[in-house]
């Protein structure tokens, strides 16, 4: 059964940073791709973040330059840094491992994690 944990969020200035962890569980973490994904109160979910099987990376527009994704295999767990952070960032974060379709990445598991709330500030 996949287990995703995720934590670290916080409330937070305008400006500061938050490192987030995900424990991943019940799958060959090595061999996925994985994501963190983003839901702010009456908003869609957002892919954020994603990181494949062989370390490389991709972000979303909204967080590029600010954001970085990476993993620890040994571990079974993805981290999210993230700096310069805006109260527009406030939101429930999410991992999951993803598999990757002719035209986005989708996530792999319908056993989401609680999610990490993180709060900025203004």
């Known amino acids: 059964q996949v287990q995703l944990v995720e934590s670290g969020g916080g409330l937070v200035q305008a400006g500061g940073s938050l490192r987030l962890s995900c424990a991943a569980s019940g799958f060959i973490f090595s061999i996925n791709a994985m994501g963190w994904f983003r839901q702010a109160p009456g908003k869609q979910p957002e892919l954020v973040a994603t990181i494949t099987s062989g370390d490389s990376t991709n972000y979303a527009d909204s967080v590029k330059s600010r954001f970085t994704i990476s993993r620890d295999n040994a571990k079974n767990t993805v981290y999210l840094q993230m700096n310069s952070l805006k109260p527009e960032d406030t939101a429930v974060y999410y991992c999951?491992?993803?598999?990757?379709?002719?035209?986005?990445?989708?996530?792999?598991?319908?056993?989401w994690g609680q999610g990490t709330q993180v709060t900025v500030s203004s």
């Open positions: 999951n491992a993803l598999v990757r379709t002719n035209t986005r990445w989708l996530a792999v598991s319908n056993d």
